[in-house]
């Protein structure tokens, strides 16, 4: 069972940047997808993908975040860290942010969230115009 925890999050102003980080740990595979997606208020159903990397390094963003936010990871065996580097963001990017991780396969879902079988419990991202 992998776990994950979040942190990071907090308020800022529209142009401003955050980094969230994720701990993972329990799991001893060298495959892996990771990633970041986010819920909205009112939305409490829908977790819309924010950006994905798996063991190879390889990334992929959603359009709505391409050129602004950056998903990079520290990787040791049986632990590593996500980091989602935020820039330039707006009000739509308010929400709740959470890690997620798949193991002993790539991101072959892409930036879907039915991929992913492990979850944090989400960090706050509140960006006021």
């Known amino acids: 069972q992998v776990q994950l925890v979040e942190s990071g999050g907090g308020s800022v102003q529209a142009g401003g940047s955050l980094r969230l980080s994720c701990a993972a740990s329990?799991?001893?595979?060298?495959?892996?997808?990771m990633g970041w997606f986010r819920q909205v208020p009112g939305k409490e159903r829908q977790r819309l993908g924010v950006?994905?990397?798996?063991?190879?390094?390889?990334?992929?963003?959603a359009d709505s975040v391409k050129g602004r936010f950056t998903i990079s990871q520290d990787y040791a065996m049986n632990m590593n860290t996500l980091y989602l580097q935020m820039n330039s963001l707006k009000p739509e990017d308010t929400a709740t942010y959470y890690c997620?991780?798949?193991?002993?396969?790539?991101?072959?879902?892409?930036?879907?969230?039915?991929?992913?079988?492990?979850w944090g419990q989400g960090t706050q991202v509140t960006v006021s115009s």
């Open positions: 997620a991780a798949e193991v002993g396969t790539l991101c072959g879902g892409g930036i879907k969230p039915w991929w992913f079988n492990s």
């Open positions: 329990g799991y001893k595979y060298s495959f892996f997808c």
């Open positions: 950006a994905v990397i798996d063991s190879d390094n390889r990334a992929m963003y």
